[in-house]
């Protein structure tokens, strides 16, 4: 079968860790430059050498999402490097997830979320838009949620955040008009990659589990805390709740693994038995 990733620049924000670095990890597997993008440098630093490590190529540009010309910066590097930029991943994001009785304590973190999340995607679209319009052709891949699907009670502003990179996203596919691609991918709950260590308000999951609360929490405490090992942890089994950030990852790899006139727009990833509402 034909390989659509070998040879490609591939930029990734929020690189330093989590989907970002195995995002990094799996396309540079498949033979792709890879040129991350994060506030840590430290933890750019370490996946740019396990990528090196495993054979493949990839540098590191420490960068803030929320500034623009931090963003037309890093691209810049990926140009220098490579020569030209075929696929921006904008994976940086936060989830303070809060009731509006929290704002005391919520609302810095909401504006933080608000900056990351809605701006470092739009800083992304704009500093690849120009490169790649020049080219003729790119692929901007934005990592969304559920969550902006429809509103709930405790995600009032992360929820906002996430259907305003689904607004931009379609908006920038109707307007680049074939030359830049663009994918959205809506993970559900993935508790393994670090997102629920900024939610505020622990109980504001509530917004996304509905009537499957108490059950999932039960459940998911008795999964995370390894004293179970059943269908629940199996993710050949049709029971599977907990879903592995490898399996996000590998919907970005397939999004990328296509023709340039093949676009997959709107993919959704979700454990086969998880509970979420929405």
Same mark, same amino acid.
């Given at each position: 079968?034909?390989?659509?990733?070998?040879?490609?620049?591939?930029?990734?924000?929020?690189?330093?860790?989590?989907?970002?670095?195995?995002?990094?990890?799996?396309?540079?597997?498949?033979?792709?430059?890879? $040129?991350?993008?994060?506030?840590?440098?430290?933890?750019?630093?370490?996946?740019?050498?396990?990528?090196?490590?495993?054979?493949?190529?990839?540098?590191?540009?420490?960068?803030?999402?929320?500034?623009?010309?931090?963003?037309?910066?890093?691209?810049?590097?990926?140009?220098?490097?490579?020569?030209?930029?075929? $696929?921006?991943?904008?994976?940086?994001?936060?989830?303070?997830?809060?009731?509006?009785?929290?704002?005391?304590?919520?609302?810095?973190?909401?504006?933080?979320?608000?900056?990351?999340?809605?701006?470092?995607?739009?800083?992304?679209?704009?500093?690849?838009?120009?490169?790649?319009?020049?080219?003729?052709?790119?692929?901007?891949?934005?990592?969304?949620?559920?969550?902006?699907?429809?509103?709930?009670?405790?995600?009032?502003?992360?929820?906002?955040?996430?259907?305003?990179?689904?607004?931009?996203?379609?908006?920038?596919? $109707?307007?680049?008009?074939?030359?830049?691609?663009?994918?959205?991918?809506?993970?559900?709950?993935?508790?393994?990659?670090?997102?629920?260590?900024?939610?505020?308000?622990?109980?504001?999951?509530?917004?996304?589990?509905?009537?499957?609360?108490?059950?999932?929490?039960?459940?998911?405490?008795?999964?995370?805390?390894?004293?179970?090992?059943?269908?629940?942890?199996?993710?050949?089994?049709?029971?599977?709740?907990?879903?592995?950030?490898?399996?996000?990852?590998?919907?970005?790899?397939?999004?990328?693994?296509?023709?340039?006139?093949?676009?997959?727009?709107?993919?959704?990833?979700?454990?086969?038995?998880?509970?979420?509402?929405?």
């Amino acid at each position: 079968m034909t390989d659509h990733i070998a040879g490609k620049t591939i930029v990734v924000t929020g690189a330093a860790g989590g989907f970002g670095r195995l995002i990094a990890l799996k396309a540079a597997a498949r033979g792709a430059n890879i $040129v991350g993008g994060d506030i840590s440098e430290e933890g750019l630093a370490e996946t740019v050498r396990l990528v090196e490590e495993a054979g493949g190529m990839a540098s590191a540009k420490k960068t803030d999402v929320t500034d623009l010309a931090a963003m037309k910066a890093l691209i810049a590097h990926a140009k220098e490097k490579h020569g030209q930029i075929d $696929v921006m991943i904008n994976n940086a994001g936060i989830m303070p997830l809060a009731f509006f009785s929290d704002h005391e304590e919520a609302a810095p973190a909401w504006s933080k979320c608000i900056d990351i999340n809605i701006k470092g995607v739009m800083n992304g679209i704009i500093a690849a838009y120009d490169p790649m319009m020049a080219q003729g052709r790119g692929h901007v891949i934005n990592i969304s949620s559920i969550y902006g699907n429809f509103p709930v009670v405790g995600a009032a502003v992360y929820g906002a955040t996430k259907s305003a990179v689904n607004f931009l996203s379609e908006s920038l596919r $109707v307007e680049a008009a074939g030359k830049i691609k663009v994918t959205i991918i809506k993970p559900t709950g993935v508790p393994a990659t670090g997102l629920s260590g900024a939610v505020v308000n622990q109980g504001a999951v509530t917004g996304i589990l509905g009537q499957n609360t108490e059950s999932y929490l039960g459940a998911m405490t008795e999964i995370l805390g390894g004293t179970v090992q059943d269908e629940r942890t199996d993710p050949d089994s049709t029971a599977y709740a907990v879903l592995d950030p490898s399996y996000i990852a590998d919907a970005v790899i397939t999004a990328m693994d296509q023709p340039w006139g093949v676009s997959l727009g709107d993919i959704t990833v979700r454990a086969a038995g998880d509970a979420y509402i929405l």
